[in-house]
């Protein structure tokens, strides 16, 4: 069984920056992709970025390319969100999540979730 748990939520100004973690149980974790997604009041869930099992490779939404940047510790089983340039409309409840398949962005790509810690951004 693979457990997440999110960590580094909070309130941010505009502009600022934000680090979040995400500690992952399990011995195989290094073998995981491991991806971050958010949800905003009255939307969607929705992908923002992912990283594969070495962290070579990342794969990012539009709307956060350039300010956030994804990176993993396969030694502390820690994947890590820096969050820079927030905007008001970062505003949302961010997760982690991992997955063995093949699938980047989509929600049915993961298997397992985190609980979620909440980012808000004030004006």
């Known amino acids: 069984q693979v457990q997440l748990v999110e960590s580094g939520g909070g309130l941010v100004q505009a502009g600022g920056s934000l680090r979040l973690s995400c500690a992952v149980s399990?011995?195989?974790?290094?073998?995981?992709?491991l991806g971050w997604f958010r949800q905003a009041p009255g939307k969607e869930r929705e992908f923002v970025v992912a990283?594969?099992?070495?962290?070579?490779?990342?794969y990012c939404a539009d709307s956060v390319k350039g300010r956030f940047t994804i990176s993993r510790d396969n030694a502390k089983n820690t994947v890590y969100l820096q969050m820079n340039s927030l905007k008001p409309e970062d505003t949302a409840v961010y997760y982690c999540?991992?997955?063995?398949?093949?699938?980047?962005?989509?929600?049915?790509?993961?298997?397992?979730w985190g609980q979620g810690t909440q980012v808000t951004v004030s004006q």
């Open positions: 999540a991992a997955t063995l398949r093949t699938g980047w962005e989509s929600l049915r790509d993961y298997d397992y």
């Open positions: 990283i594969n099992w070495s962290g070579s490779t990342t």
């Open positions: 399990g011995r195989t974790f290094s073998t995981y992709r």
